[in-house]
């Protein structure tokens, strides 16, 4: 394999990526940790531009790092997420996540570096040409509003309801904190009034000093 700047680039991207995965496993901070996710979504986008998938791309850019990262966000600010520990309730997943992530790392090296005998039945046949502009976006519109059409608006639907469901919640909480800064403002003269009420005259406090 010749070294060639793209063959570096994407070695620079891989290495961000898989960086930026385990920082943010490893971030204490819910909100590092959802920045450190925006690096890998972005180091896989720029893969799938140095493997000619613009739209898949753009999607990854606008759909990940932009809207579910966003909605992540949202949902860490508005329960205070990033303020809470971080507690190990199940003992047993670390053990299971090395085990299966060693068995995956071995899968790959494993159909990276051994190579296939020659003769073999199980040996993959070499794939066929690509067609020109293939999973461009003009092919990949006209799948998707033609034989996808139905599922592509189910899932408008889908997101739309979402987005609602945010509104709602957001104007919920609003609703909750105008009402206490309401009734701590009424509570406020009573209070003031009660005092009044309780309070000894004046005159009556300086007979009874000696």
Request: aromatic share 8%; hydrophobic share 55%; proline share 9%.
């Amino acid at each position: 394999m010749s070294i060639t700047p793209t063959v570096i680039l994407f070695f620079i991207l891989a290495v961000v990526a898989v960086a930026a995965a385990i920082a943010m496993l490893r971030s204490p901070n819910a909100v590092h940790a959802a920045l450190f996710l925006v690096i890998n979504f972005t180091a896989v986008a720029i893969l799938y531009l140095l493997l000619n998938a613009p739209f898949i791309a753009m999607a990854q850019i606008t759909v990940y790092a932009g809207a579910i990262m966003v909605l992540f966000l949202f949902v860490i600010m508005m329960l205070g997420a990033e303020r809470l520990p971080l507690t190990e309730r199940l003992p047993w997943q670390r053990p299971v996540a090395l085990i299966l992530s060693l068995i995956l790392v071995a899968a790959f090296l494993f159909v990276a570096l051994v190579p296939a005998a020659p003769g073999n039945p199980g040996q993959a046949a070499a794939p066929p040409p690509v067609p020109r502009d293939f999973g461009g976006p003009l092919q990949i519109g006209s799948v998707l509003f033609s034989r996808y059409l139905f599922p592509f608006e189910l899932t408008s639907v889908l997101l739309l309801v979402a987005m609602i469901g945010a509104v709602v919640l957001t104007r919920e909480d609003r609703r909750q904190a105008t009402d206490g800064r309401r009734q701590t403002t009424e509570d406020r003269p009573q209070t003031a009034e009660l005092a009044s009420v309780l309070r000894p005259p004046s005159s009556v406090v300086t007979k009874e000093q000696p």
